[in-house]
C-alpha cells in the first residue's frame, strides 16, 4: 500500500525532468497523474488492483483506449519510481489500428530541398536528423550540443530502463556542428526554444509541414512518425539485400564444395575449392 500525495507527483515528474524526458511528455505525466489522484478514494492509496479499477472506470465512461493507455502507462511509471512494482498494471486498453500514411524517400528528399529552399536550415537539419539518422520525436531532447561533438549520443527511452547508442552520420554532424556554433548553443538541445527548452511534439510537426506545400507533400506526411517509419523501411529493405546477397554467396560455396569433395563427384572431375569469406 502506498499514500500518493501531490508532492510525491512533483518529485517524481522532477525525476523525469533529471532523465531528459521533454517538457511536452512532463506536462502528460501531470495531467495523467492528477486524473489518478481525482480517482483514488479519499485516503489516496496506491495498491496492486488500483490499476485495474482505473481501467474500468475509463472505460465505462468511453475514454478512449489511446486515453486509457497513456493514464496506465504514467501509473506505471509513476510505480517504477515509488519502488513498488507490484502495483504496475500491464492489462492495457486494445486500441484499433491507424494507418500511417507511408513517406517515399523521394518525398523526403523533397521535403530537405524545399526547406534549402526556402532558407529554413532548422527545418532542414529537423527533417535530417528524425528521417536520416533514425532519432525518434521523444529523444530529440536528448541531441545535444555535446552529443554533436562527440558524434554519438547515447539515447535512453522507457523510462531510462532500456538505452541505444545513436551514432551521427559525418555529413549530418559538420551540418549540425556549423548550426551550433553559428547559434551560440554550447550546451544542451539542439532543437530549442527561445528560453533555451527543448521544443515540444507539436512545434516539430508545426516545422516540419512548415515546408510540405513547397515539397509537394501531404502535410498528414511530414510528421516525425512518418520519417521515422520512412527510416526503418529503409533500413529493413537494407539489411533484407544484404541477407538475400549473404544467401547467393553461400549457395554459391556450397556449390563449389560439392563439385570439390561430393560423394557422388568422379575424381576426375573436382575441382580445387577456394574459400569464401562471408
Sequence with gaps: MEILTPEAIEAFLASQARRGIAPASLEAYRRNLAKLLEFLPEEKRLTAETGRAWKAQMESQGISPRSVNS????????????????????????????????????????????ARALDKERVYLLIKVLGGAGLRIQELSQLTAEAVEAGTVELRYHNGRCSRVLHIPGELREELLSYVRREGIAKGPVFRTAAGAPIARTYAVKLLQSVSEAARVEAEKATPRCLWNMYRATRETILSNIQVLADQAYDRMLAEEQRAAGWNTPPDRRETCRAYVL
Aim: charged fraction near 30%; aromatic fraction near 10%; include cysteine.
Design 71 to 114: 493514464r496506465l502507462s504514467a501509473l506505471s511509471s509513476l510505480c517504477e519510481y515509488l519502488g513498488r512494482r507490484e502495483f504496475q498494471t500491464h492489462d492495457f486498453a486494445q486500441e484499433e489500428e491507424v494507418l500511417q500514411p507511408e513517406l517515399t524517400r523521394a518525398e523526403y528528399l523533397r521535403l530537405r530541398q524545399a
